[in-house]
C-alpha cells in the first residue's frame, strides 16, 4: 500500500503552500541522486517525495487527495494527478521541480551536470460519459484521440544557442558581486536540441497529427467532474522529449429512475391507495437489475426504506452505498360513482382519520435520518 502524502513530505493536511514547498525541498535534498549515488532505496524516496509534491502543490488535485486518497490519482495504473504509480523518471522531475533546487545541484539538472532536461509535451484532455451502471461497475473505454507526434524522418540537431545545454547561463554585475543566473533557452526551449530535417507533411516543429485509440480504465466510484490521466498519451513536444499527458473529465449520464447521491441512490416508488392498505411485493430497479421488496399492510406515503450496499462503491474501496426507496402513496384523481360512494361511507371510520404513532417520524426527521 502507498504510503500516504503528508507522511511522505512530514507534514500536516493543515500545511500551506509554503511549508509544503519547504518539505519537499528538504526531502529532494536529502535523497538528491547527487548525495546518494547508486543508492535505489533514495532514489524511490526521491520519487515518492516529487509525487507527493506534485499533487499537494497543486489546490484542485490537494483536494481530490484529501477525498479519496490515492484512488483520486489511479486508473488501472494511470494516475490522473500523480505520477502514475511511479512512471515519471528522474528526468521528469528535474524538469518539473528543478527550480526548487535553485544552485544546490548544478541549476538542478539531472545528474548535477546541469544537462539538456527533457520537454514534456502539451497534454489533451477529452470527456468520456458514463451511465450510472459503468460508474457502479467500473469499465474500461477505448477513445480515439487526435495527438501530435514526431514524424517518421525527423531528425534534430543540438542547439547552438545553449550547446545542448537546455539552458543559458547569465552573468550580471550587481554591488555584491558577480551573479549567476540560468534561465530556460529561448532557442530550444530546453529540449537542447533543434529541427535538423523534416518531411514536407510535418509542421515547422517536425510534428503531424495521428488519430491513435487509448484504452482508459475507470475505476468504480468515480463522480461527475473527476479527472483521470492517462500518462503519456498527449502530445509529443519536439526533441528528446517526453509526451504530455491525457486528461479524462468523467461526465456522469442521467439515470432515468435513480438519483445518485454521493455513494447512495435513491428509488422514487408510487403505489396505489389499495396497495398501501393491503401491502404488496414490488420489484424495483436497482443499478445491477431487479430487486424485490415486501411492502406490509398499512404502509404510509414517505416512508423510507433502506436497501443496504446496493448504491454506488466507494472508490476508495470502503463498501458500497445504499438504495432508499422513498414510498409515495398515489391518491386517485378521478373515481366512479360507486367508488366514490366507497369513501363517502368511510370518510367517518374511524380506520380511515388519520392517527400517527409516536414512533411515524416527521418529514423533517426522515430528512436528518437520510444524512446522518
Known amino acids: 500500500m502507498k504510503k500516504d502524502f503528508y507522511e511522505i513530505l512530514g507534514i500536516t493536511k493543515s500545511a500551506d503552500a509554503a511549508e509544503i514547498k519547504k518539505a519537499y525541498r528538504k526531502k529532494a535534498l536529502e535523497f538528491h541522486p547527487d548525495k546518494n549515488p547508486g543508492n535505489a532505496a533514495a532514489e524511490e524516496n526521491f520519487k515518492a517525495a516529487a509525487e507527493a509534491y506534485e499533487v499537494l502543490s497543486d489546490p484542485q488535485k490537494k483536494a ?60 489533451l484532455r477529452i470527456k468520456v460519459k458514463l451511465t450510472l451502471e459503468e460508474i457502479a461497475n467500473g469499465v474500461e473505454k477505448k477513445v480515439k484521440v487526435k495527438r501530435k507526434v ?92 517526453v509526451p504530455g499527458d491525457l486528461i479524462v473529465a468523467i461526465e456522469e449520464i442521467e439515470h432515468e429512475f435513480l438519483k445518485r447521491e454521493g455513494e447512495n441512490l435513491h428509488y422514487d416508488l408510487y403505489i396505489s391507495f389499495a396497495e398501501a392498505v393491503l401491502g404488496i411485493s414490488k420489484d424495483i430497479s436497482a443499478i445491477n437489475g431487479k430487486v424485490r421488496i415486501k411492502l406490509d399492510e398499512g404502509i404510509q406515503s414517505g416512508k423510507i426504506l433502506r436497501l443496504k450496499g446496493k448504491g454506488i462503491p466507494s472508490i476508495n474501496g470502503y463498501g458500497s452505498g445504499d438504495l432508499l426507496v422513498h414510498v409515495n402513496v398515489w391518491t386517485p384523481k378521478t373515481l366512479n360513482k360507486t367508488q366514490k360512494q366507497f369513501f363517502e361511507q368511510n370518510i367517518e371510520d374511524e380506520n380511515f382519520i388519520p392517527n400517527p404513532e409516536k414512533s411515524d417520524k416527521s418529514f423533517f426527521e426522515k430528512v436528518k435520518d437520510m444524512f446522518s
Not at 484529501?66 to 524538469?95: C, L, Y
Open 64 to 123: 481530490q487527495f484529501d477525498r479519496f486518497g490515492h484512488q483520486a490519482f489511479e486508473n488501472g495504473g494511470s494516475g490522473h494527478g500523480g505520477f502514475s504509480g511511479g512512471g515519471m523518471n528522474m528526468e521528469d522531475i528535474f524538469s518539473q521541480f528543478g527550480d526548487i533546487f535553485g544552485n544546490s545541484f548544478g541549476g538542478g539538472g539531472f545528474g548535477g551536470g546541469g544537462g539538456n532536461r527533457r520537454v514534456k509535451g502539451s497534454n
Open 150 to 241: 514526431q514524424a517518421k524522418g525527423v531528425t534534430y540537431k543540438t542547439c547552438s544557442t545553449c550547446n545542448g545545454q537546455g539552458q543559458v547561463m547569465r552573468v550580471t554585475n550587481t554591488i555584491l558581486g558577480r551573479m549567476q543566473s540560468a534561465s530556460t533557452c529561448p532557442t530550444c526551449g530546453g529540449s537542447g536540441q533543434i529541427l535538423d530535417r523534416k518531411p514536407s507533411e510535418a509542421d515547422s516543429q517536425g510534428m503531424i497529427l495521428e488519430d491513435e485509440t487509448v484504452s482508459i480504465k475507470i475505476p468504480a466510484g468515480v463522480v461527475d467532474g473527476m479527472q483521470l490521466k492517462v500518462s503519456n498519451k498527449g502530445n509529443d513536444a519536439p526533441g528528446n522529449s
